[in-house]
């Protein structure tokens, strides 16, 4: 009896792929991440073979950056950010701006327009959460000060990325060049004032009623003792505030999701939310992986070498001596200076989500998001051998820093 199922087929095929890509990802010592993006390439429309269903894909991908983003939203803490806000806030800002520049100065190198370098300059600019939390976990360094701080530096990216995610579509008609009459003008400024406050009022009733409201419900449900209701009302708040965010306020899903982990994150409960969605988390997420290396055409490492090549430059050493300078020049040592600049040298989940949404308005080109894609794999496979290289000059560093130090009864 035959039967037609493209989602069980692309849910199986894809997961099937990921898992064996990114063992052996593992087994080379680099991000798995890698593995579910060359995954994706496998059975995505420019290599031979089985093609899975974009579309499903696709669909199967808005819930992986649902529940991404609400993850996201689970490691928030105000607390550890304002504890590491002096430096934070004004580093991750000011090495925004920095990647966007360089990024904008390659566009404006290969010829593209304004708006498409502008997008694809920040792009360049935010670091993968999931890769650096993996980082940090592995070498056991989250609670510590350099950890704080490059989570804390990491949050600020991912917030402006938020808002820039948000206001992209209301602001597309200026970045793709369009001629604007006044009244044209008007309208763009308007809709970006309507996006803006719709924003505003999400956030407003998420903080004085969902911060009330939602832990509320947790707390009820853990109460009843049953574990499966509990993992499901995880997963129903994270879904159904991202849903009813976007149908109600027009605020995108990722929006949603981070601001319904943020208000968990302030429960008692939080760490058994974090844990009990952890597995659902990590499916969907590598789904949204791998959709993004369906994306992906490997000939751009032909036509394109040199954009390619230089795209690159940017994400590991445009980005990491942008953050090199910052830490430094805050007085920090050298060694949490070169593993702040190692943590970021990488992109990731919202630099994808950002590119796909400029391609869906018209504002980025399929072949420049194919060029950041192919920037952020190499990226996330170039980032393990910094860390490695790293660890291997932390004792030598770690001593130069204490032999700085003065000595007990010293001056100075």
């Known amino acids: 009896m035959p039967h037609h199922t493209p989602l069980i087929t692309t849910i199986v095929v894809g997961l099937t792929l990921a898992f ?24 995505g429309p420019f290599t031979p073979g089985y093609v899975a269903d974009q579309a499903l894909a696709f669909e199967l991908a808005e819930i992986g950056i649902i529940l991404l983003m609400f993850g ?8 550890d950010l304002m504890s590491v806000r002096a430096i934070a806030i004004p580093g991750a800002l000011v090495q925004i701006i920095a990647a966007t520049a360089l990024g904008f100065g390659l566009t404006r190198a290969m010829g593209l327009p304004m708006g498409e370098g502008i997008v694809f300059g920040l792009a360049l600019s935010v670091a993968s959460t999931v890769v650096l939390l993996r980082a940090l976990q592995e070498r056991r360094l989250l609670s510590t000060v350099r950890g704080r701080i490059a989570v804390g530096w990491l949050v600020v990216e991912d917030i402006v990325m938020v808002l820039t995610l948000v206001l992209l579509p209301a602001l597309a008609p200026l970045l793709v060049g369009a001629t604007l009459s006044s009244a ?13 406050g719709q924003v505003a009022i999400f956030v407003v009733l998420m903080m004085v009623i969902g911060r009330r409201l939602i ?7 853990a109460h009843t003792g049953s574990r499966e209701l509990f993992r499901l009302g995880v997963l129903a708040i994270a879904l159904g505030v991202a849903f009813a965010a976007a149908k109600l ?30 597995p659902l988390r990590d499916a969907f997420a590598v789904l949204f992986f ?4 369906m994306l992906f055409n490997p000939s751009i490492l032909i036509t394109a070498t040199w954009p390619l090549v230089a795209t690159v430059a940017i994400i590991v050493l445009g980005k990491s001596i942008a953050a090199l300078a910052i830490v430094l ?29 400029g391609v869906m308005l018209g504002v980025v080109q399929e072949s420049t998001r194919d060029l950041l894609l192919a920037g952020a794999l190499l990226s996330i496979l170039v980032n393990p051998l910094l860390f490695l290289v790293l660890d291997r000059w932390t004792p030598w560093l770690e001593a130069r820093a204490n032999a700085a130090k003065p000595a007990p009864g010293r001056l100075g």
């Open 329 to 357: 020049l805050f007085g920090h040592s050298l060694l949490r200076a070169l593993f702040i600049s190692a943590s970021l040298a990488q992109i990731g989940e919202f630099s994808f989500i950002l590119a796909g949404l």
């Open 72 to 79: 996201v939203g689970l490691h928030f803490s105000f607390a």
């Open 184 to 196: 044209g003008l008007w309208m763009v400024t308007k809709q970006a004032a309507v996006t803006i």
């Open 20 to 43: 064996a890509f990114g063992a052996l990802a593992q087994r080379c010592k680099v991000s798995p991440i890698a593995g579910y993006l060359l995954a994706g390439v496998a059975i």
């Open 290 to 293: 791998v959709s993004v290396g």
């Open 215 to 221: 832990p509320a419900i947790l707390h009820y449900i």
């Open 249 to 278: 306020f027009g605020v995108s899903f990722a929006l949603g999701a981070f601001f319904a982990g943020m208000i968990l994150s302030e429960s008692e409960l939080s760490q058994r939310a974090a844990e009990e969605s952890l």
